[in-house]
Nanobody
Framework: QVQLAESGGGLVQSGGSLRLSCVAS????????MGWYRQAPGKQRDMVAT???????NCADSVKGRFTISRDDAASTMYLQMNSLKPEDTAVYYC??????????WGQGTQVTVSS
């Protein structure tokens, strides 16, 4: 079993920055792709960015050039650096992990609110 715990969310003004962290614990050996998803009220959960164990990244078009995903496997931590935040980035942000055996794990989410 793997546990994912996000932190770093909060309230920020438009144009500001936040850095989210996701710490993996438990039986995290074999964690392959990790990522960040977000869900705004009344909307579906959408992919924000993903990163493979080899460091390949993928970002949603809406955040390209503003958000950067990274991971530090030695520290079992994944990050999302969010710059130039906009009100439409307001959502609950979830950490996601996929093991090499196809098992999926989600964190409990952290709220990001961007005021205009």
């Amino acid at each position: 079993q793997v546990q994912l715990a996000e932190s770093g969310g909060g309230l920020v003004q438009s144009g500001g920055s936040l850095r989210l962290s996701c710490v993996a614990s438990g039986r995290k050996f074999g964690m392959n792709t990790m990522g960040w998803y977000r869900q705004a009220p009344g909307k579906q959960r959408d992919m924000v960015a993903t990163i493979t164990s080899g460091g390949d990244t993928n970002c949603a078009d809406s955040v390209k050039g503003r958000f950067t995903i990274s991971r530090d496997d030695a520290a079992s931590t994944m990050y999302l650096q969010m710059n130039s935040l906009k009100p439409e980035d307001t959502a609950v942000y979830y950490c996601y992990g996929l093991t090499i055996w196809g098992l999926e794990y989600w964190g409990q989410g952290t709220q990001v609110t961007v005021s205009s």
